[in-house]
């Protein structure tokens, strides 16, 4: 499966994004799905994910209340849509996604991954 991560942009501190991740040659049904954020000559980090039940989202603390990842199966699409942005959330995201994953934090939970969109906040 391929992801394709798009939706990154510049946006002002309150401001608001969606992030779309897009997959082709299969079909996200049983897909757990993450994304991780990568700030300059930083670890790339755990932001959120959703189990591929879609009983259970789990989120970074320092993002939980602003952001929500949600997933259209018509699509074959997951979004993080992401409020109240701050100038700290800047970064390059990236979409994961792994079969039948438990929607870990770690990086090494997802085998697939999207090729990243850079999130600009300022003003």
């Known amino acids: 499966v391929q992801l394709q991560a798009s939706g990154g942009g510049l946006v002002q501190p309150g401001g608001s994004l969606r992030l779309s991740c897009t997959a082709s040659?299969?079909?996200?049904?049983?897909?757990?799905t993450a994304w991780f954020r990568q700030f300059p000559e930083k670890e790339r980090e755990f932001v959120a994910s959703l189990h591929w039940k879609g009983e259970w989202a789990y989120y970074t603390d320092s993002v939980r209340g602003r952001f929500a990842v949600s997933t259209d199966s018509a699509r074959n699409t997951v979004y993080l849509q992401m409020n109240n942005l701050k100038s700290e959330d800047t970064a390059i995201y990236y979409c994961?996604?792994?079969?039948?994953?438990?929607?870990?934090?770690?990086?090494?939970?997802?085998?697939?991954w999207g090729q990243g969109t850079l999130v600009t906040v300022s003003s």
């Open positions: 994961a996604g792994q079969p039948y994953g438990t929607g870990a934090s770690r990086s090494n939970g997802y085998v697939y």
């Open positions: 040659g299969n079909s996200f049904a049983n897909y757990s």
